[in-house]
């Protein structure tokens, strides 16, 4: 009944996808203040029509966040969807083949900025719940709370949590901003990495000096940066920091294991990135460096003359931002103190430096044995045919950390994107096959596990 309600309307709500993604929701840029709230505008206007309570559009010091209910019974578990409708810019806009905001679909995949990060993803949830609307399908309450931040970092999004607690009570998080392995091959995210973001400053003179004149008698910021940051990584890429391993968790023999099922082709991997040789901490796979793995890179330096042209100066200052991707059990504040204090203990005396923390977020893991992750892992095998492979993120999502601490909630996250989709780049696209795949199959999580809480006689949270 629901997959002939899918393929009955999949013409439309492909093209009500296309209306919301031309709208650029950019919430880095104040100039696209008036787009972002009308995205919030559009969603919410959606959640009503298929079939939402209270459906608001909440404001924070920043942008709005929507939220929208139904409550079909106090003794249901409750499901809270967590999504996001801003995007990232479209820079630079002369590498996409099309215009970012003119969706089009080209070899079966949708085209454009936030088809896959994350309005595709995020509708998918909107049409997942009209379909069980429409056909008396919903087995337990279902809340939404789609932000408008997530790609400037959820400024706002603790606040309106913290002082919403009772509100969004709930018994489970549903997410869908992260990636499947591959279109035949089901995964679901069972962990993320934490986030330790630093800028650093060194500096030297007090003024920009002629390197002709003091040349080998000043100490050049830029040098003296180089080298410090060099010597945060042994030969073997192991990282420095004193008591940076402390706390990691060794993975098992046989989690190894498992994850050395994941289906992963290591010249492919070098082919599409145009590279001679992969590079990465001694005596771990590929795949256990991007996910299992602490890391630490330098994401920009900067320093001195960069125009056109040449000028002979010893900068007075340089600089870098430098991030540190955590796995479970480290801490992003304790991380970013012992860097600091490394840091600073690194600089020779002629140069001063000063180390600042940007932002981060906690990692994460889940367990493959609770009733929600049952519940997604038979709701994909449901529309894939086969078992879903649990995967480990090497990026980041700060919230869900958050939502654990401050709301008590374990985070689903039910992915269904591709880590080919170039988000954040240009020519971001979203398989048409992935975005009605996500719709068929986020009913089934709903059924499945209103089941199993049944079964299990599991207790809910009371629903105001």
Partial sequence: MLENYLNTHKDRFLSELFEWLRIPSISADSNYKGDVLRAAEFLSQKLKDAGADNVEICATEGHPIVYGEKIIGKNLPTVLVYGHYDVQPADPIELWTTPAFEPNVRDGYIY????????????????????????????????????????????????????????????????????????????????????????????GPNRDLHSGIYGGAVANPINVLCEMITKLKDSNEHITIPHFYDKVVELSANERAEMATTPFDLDDYKAELDLSDIHGEKGYTTLERTSTRPTLDVNGI???????????????????????????????????????????????????????????????????????????????????????????????????????????????????????????????????????????????????????????????????
């Fill in 112 to 203: 454009a900025r936030g088809s896959c990060d994350d309005k595709g993803q995020t509708y998918m949830h909107v049409k997942a719940f009209e379909m069980m609307m429409k056909n008396s399908a919903l087995p337990c309450n279902v809340k939404f709370m789609i932000e408008g931040e997530e790609e400037v970092g959820s400024k706002n999004l603790e606040t309106y949590v913290k002082n919403n607690v009772e509100k969004l009570k709930a018994d489970i998080i549903l997410i869908s901003d992260t990636s499947i392995i591959a279109n035949d091959v089901p995964s679901i995210n069972v962990g993320l990495r934490g986030l330790s973001y630093m800028e650093v400053e060194v500096t």
């Fill in 302 to 464: 900067w320093g001195g003359y960069t125009g056109e042209g040449s000028k002979t100066v010893i900068a007075s200052k340089a600089y870098a931002k430098i991030s540190m991707r955590l796995v479970p059990n480290q801490s992003a504040q304790e991380i970013s103190d012992l860097f600091a204090d490394y840091f600073r203990k690194l600089a020779p005396p002629s140069v001063k430096v000063k180390v600042a923390y940007h932002h981060g977020g906690e990692p994460y893991l889940t367990s493959t044995e609770s009733v929600p992750y049952q519940a997604a892992k038979m709701a994909f095998h449901k529309t894939f045919g086969k078992n879903p492979i649990p995967t480990r993120g090497g990026g980041s999502i700060p919230i869900v950390a958050m939502f654990k601490k401050v709301l008590g909630l374990e985070s689903i996250m039910m992915g269904f994107g591709l880590d080919s989709d170039a988000i954040h780049s240009p020519d971001e696209r979203y398989g048409l096959f992935n975005y009605y795949k996500g719709i068929e199959t986020i009913p089934y999580f709903f059924q499945y596990y209103a089941d199993l809480v049944k079964k299990e006689a599991v207790p809910v949270a009371a629903n105001s």
